[in-house]
């Protein structure tokens, strides 16, 4: 999802327009310290920094512009941390205190939407997440089509359509994004390389994957010249960048990707943990497919599995199919590995999981215990 795109600029119109109605200085400086710590990559300073400000603003002043910027600031925060569920409300009051406001300029509003989208398509729901893109869009329509803000409506609807499968249209959308921003007077850098990404993701949905792994890596250039070496947007692109090769049987490039980006990902304890989770999957896969040339690799495999499991066992609840197929994979590498016993209960776990969450005439559960019976047999 698109983060940070013209976020300086509609801060400051915001701020600029607060500052005539109430002469609270502190207040617009502490909300501009947050978002330059947000968009450098520092979350954790912005969200302590965000709480008590948006506290502050509720008890001293009515709903209005400064409230707006901070509520605004807090969902892009949770996007970049990657929980849009919980940036959606915060999306959502801003939208309702702006619209109450008859001054308020469509510019503001329609950004405000495709923020609201972008969320809705990282959550999944690219049919809710299109209906609010296409909403801002058309409240754009007067805006020149060069104007950043308007990148940004493009970028939600490019994302909306890939989430409905229709990755065709997204990319265009995305191009279009891309180069009006690169087009832009003072362009950022990091809008550039989450707008990359979109393209990337298009462009690997199409099969056209040297020209994904071109765009990926001018992304992650442009990553590590514009924010924290170690931020999570950095190991983001280390990990989309190490796939990309891993599907190209490049395995000796793709790993020291990912292994940059899991322990990038790990300093960031529990706030990351279902995205390592994500990373070590992505690992794990690569260590499994060289496993099969080179044995000892197994071993590794299993450790990077078991690492996986252990943070799916505290994010998911028992019965979420996720887990059940870490450990699926995970009783594959032990039966590899000769560890029959372990194997078989392991794999048997995972299976049981399946049946409960899907029945047993699901075609997926139905291979799955189609795998576990030849497993047993062989280990007879």
């Known amino acids: 999802m698109i983060r940070h795109v013209t976020a300086v600029p509609f801060l400051v119109c915001l701020l600029c327009a607060a500052q005539a109605a109430q002469d609270t200085g502190d207040l617009d400086r502490r909300l501009g310290l947050a978002e330059v710590e947000r968009s450098h990559g520092h979350l954790a300073a912005a969200e302590s920094m965000l709480a008590g400000l948006q506290a502050e603003i509720e008890r001293t002043e009515a709903p209005g512009l400064r409230l707006l910027v901070a509520l605004r600031e807090q969902g892009l925060l949770r996007d970049d941390e990657g929980r849009p569920q919980e940036a959606i409300p915060f999306y959502e009051r801003a939208l309702a205190i702006v619209r109450a406001r008859p001054e308020a300029k469509p510019v503001t509003i329609g950004a405000l939407l495709a923020n609201l989208a972008s969320s ?29 803000e308007f990148t940004l409506a493009l970028y939600a609807h490019g994302v909306a359509l890939r989430r409905l499968g229709r990755s065709t249209e997204a990319l265009r959308d995305l191009r279009e994004a891309l180069a009006i921003w690169r087009q832009s007077v003072e362009p950022n850098f990091a809008p550039v390389s989450l707008i990359q990404e979109g393209i990337v993701a298009c462009l690997i949905d199409l099969g056209f994957f040297n020209q994904a792994e071109a765009t990926e890596r001018e992304a992650l250039a442009l990553r590590e010249k514009s924010l924290e070496p170690d931020s999570p947007a950095v190991a983001s692109s280390l990990n989309n960048l190490g796939v990309i090769l891993a599907r190209e049987q490049r395995f000796s490039e793709g790993r020291p990707l990912l292994e940059r980006s899991a322990r990038i990902l790990e300093q960031f304890g529990e706030k990351e943990q279902q995205r390592l989770a994500t990373v070590l999957g992505n690992l794990g896969g690569l260590l499994l497919a060289q496993a099969r040339n ?3 690799l197994y071993a590794k495999a299993e450790e990077v599995y078991r690492h996986k499991l252990a943070i799916e066992e505290r994010l998911f609840p028992p019965g979420d199919v996720r887990v059940a197929q870490t450990l699926e994979t995970l009783g594959e590498i032990l039966y590899s590995e000769h560890a029959y016993q372990e194997a078989g209960q392991t ?11 899907y029945g047993p005439s699901d075609p997926q559960t139905q291979a799955a215990a189609k795998r576990y019976n030849t497993l047993v047999k062989k280990m007879k």
């Open 120 to 148: 809705y398509a990282d959550c999944g729901d690219g049919g809710r997440a299109l209906a609010l893109a296409t909403e801002s869009m058309t409240i754009l329509a007067g805006v020149d089509r060069t104007n950043p």
């Open 347 to 357: 794999y048997g776990r995972g299976l049981a999981i399946q049946q409960a969450a």
């Open 294 to 296: 080179s044995a000892p």
